[in-house]
């Protein structure tokens, strides 16, 4: 008898990625269209007639992500904690680190006022790929930063709703997040989760100094090894 050839293993990420974004472009449309025509201004039948729709609009977006989620958690284990960065090559390290820093940045941008955000695991992915490639062997720390550099490049934060009286810029708020959920891979990557919170006070502290050392690995580095035990 013939053997069956080996099919390959599917990739959720893009998977996830499409179901997120059309999420999140229902999310976004659904608030524009509430604060362009609100609710309580419509007399009742045109009020019930476009809450109906908002709501339709909503859940197309829901309803995608829960599909395309269901899919991927039976292919990865999504609750999975990210990998050591000391063990850049280990061979499940990118799915774990691109699904832990997909939930991470979420909840990061999430604690810092955004109301939604669209993260890409897929980028995320490509960041470890590339850093695997050429780190082997280098500081935890030196990862971190080598790691918030491709996330950076890779454009893992792609959007984010924010409330008006938003501090901080989008820019500002994606690195916060970014150097915060690499410092609680560093700190401890099994408790990665329960640390994440004061991760993100830290980062937010720090905001000056990432804006100044956003592009030096060097620098970055340095933040990473002097803050990892603070959290």
């Not at 109906?52 to 990865?76: D, I, P």
């Not at 897929?122 to 720390?141: C, I, Y």
């Not at 820019?171 to 916060?176: F, G, I, L, P």
């Amino acid at each position: 008898m013939t053997p069956r050839p080996t099919l390959p293993r599917l990739d959720p990420a893009p998977l996830k990625d499409m179901a997120r974004s059309l999420r999140f472009v229902a999310e976004r449309g659904g608030r524009t269209l509430q604060k362009s025509l609100p609710l309580d201004v419509l007399p009742d039948p045109a009020a019930r007639v476009a809450d109906a729709a908002l709501s339709t609009v909503l859940k197309v977006g829901q309803k995608a992500e829960q599909g395309v989620s269901a899919l991927a958690h039976a292919l990865l284990d999504d609750d999975a904690p990210p990998p050591p960065l000391d063990h850049a090559a280990e061979a499940e390290g990118e799915a774990r680190f691109a699904a832990a820093a997909h939930d991470g940045l979420r909840a990061a941008l999430a604690q810092l006022g955004a109301e939604s955000s669209l993260v890409s695991e897929t980028a995320a992915r490509r960041a470890w790929a590339s850093v695997a490639e050429a780190g082997a062997g280098q500081k935890d720390s030196a990862t971190a930063a080598a790691l918030f550099l491709a996330l950076s490049a890779h454009h893992a934060v792609r959007e984010a709703i924010w409330p008006e009286d938003m501090s901080l810029s989008p820019a500002e708020a994606a690195r916060v997040a970014v150097f915060a959920v690499l410092l609680a891979m560093l700190a401890d990557a099994a408790q990665f989760h329960g640390l994440l919170p004061a991760a993100v006070d830290i980062a937010l502290a720090l905001r000056a100094d990432l804006a100044a050392t956003a592009e030096d690995a060097t620098r970055l580095a340095a933040l990473f090894d002097e803050f990892r035990n603070h959290v």
